[in-house]
């Protein structure tokens, strides 16, 4: 078995792993199904649309100095900001001016959050902005409440033939890219694990166990330099896959 050649910039925006195309969509090679709706952000925030990070959720706390509007209290009479702030009145209420280290909720100062308890999924990115720890996506994706998915399907508009499929995304772009099939299924050797939800396999040879060069063909191989990717449709894949004559 030799390890897949690493992919050049270009490669990676013109080609991506395909996963599963059972349930009703075509799912990535990084755990995102396509034509997801919105849900709500990590940690209860609500998912959108981010400007610069493609569908990030942000919300909760207060702005980056820790302060944020009251509730609805027009006077500091009471109000201790839990005692790691200071309480002031602008534009008729109440906000904490919270110390380092806190932000402000309410009437109140709360530790500032960090990304180690946050799980973003595969995508996504965990940002802290004004002390509240959120997840944002890449490009063409947003947040479903677990994960960063695809929010419009690239397949939809691809014009694949018949011995082809489409792939939707890889790495974390949109792609929408058609690729040929294939069948390896006699060699059982070319099996892939796809046990973590991402496919990394490295490069084998049709007949022979982890070596090369191939002996066998597939029943229908690739094109010359392409391996076969054993998923729920095999696809063809440059430099990686089974191989075979």
């Not at 166990?209 to 029943?219: D, E, F, G, R």
């Not at 330099?225 to 430099?239: M, Q, R, S, V």
Request: aromatic letters at 4%; one cysteine or more.
């Amino acid at each position: 078995m030799i390890r897949r050649a690493a992919f050049g910039v270009v490669l990676l925006g013109l080609f991506v792993h395909c996963g599963d195309d059972g349930g009703g969509g075509v799912a990535g090679p990084d755990g995102g199904s396509v034509g997801a709706s919105a849900g709500t952000g990590a940690k209860g925030q609500t998912g959108g649309t981010g400007a610069a990070s493609g569908g990030a959720p942000t919300g909760g706390g207060g702005t980056s100095s820790g302060a944020t509007g009251g509730g609805g209290s027009t006077s500091c009479v009471g109000v201790t900001c839990s005692g790691q702030g200071s309480c002031v009145v602008a534009d008729g209420g109440a906000t904490c001016s919270c110390n380092s280290g806190f932000h402000a909720v309410g009437l109140e100062c709360k530790p500032d959050e960090t990304c180690a308890a946050l799980q973003c999924g595969t995508c996504g990115q965990c940002k802290v902005v004004g002390g509240v720890a959120s997840c944002e996506c890449p490009k063409d994706y947003q947040w479903t409440g677990d994960k960063c998915q695809l929010a419009i399907d690239p397949c939809a508009s691809a014009n694949c033939a018949a011995d082809e499929a489409c792939v939707p995304e890889a790495h974390c772009q949109a792609l929408g890219a058609c690729v040929k099939k294939c069948d390896c299924s006699n060699c059982g050797n070319c099996g892939g694990d796809n046990s973590d939800g991402k496919w990394d396999d490295q490069q084998e040879y049709c007949g022979n166990l982890k070596q090369s060069p191939a002996t066998v063909a597939c029943n229908k191989p690739c094109p010359s330099g392409e391996g076969c990717l054993p998923f729920a449709t095999p696809i063809c894949w440059p430099i990686e896959g089974c191989f075979s004559l």
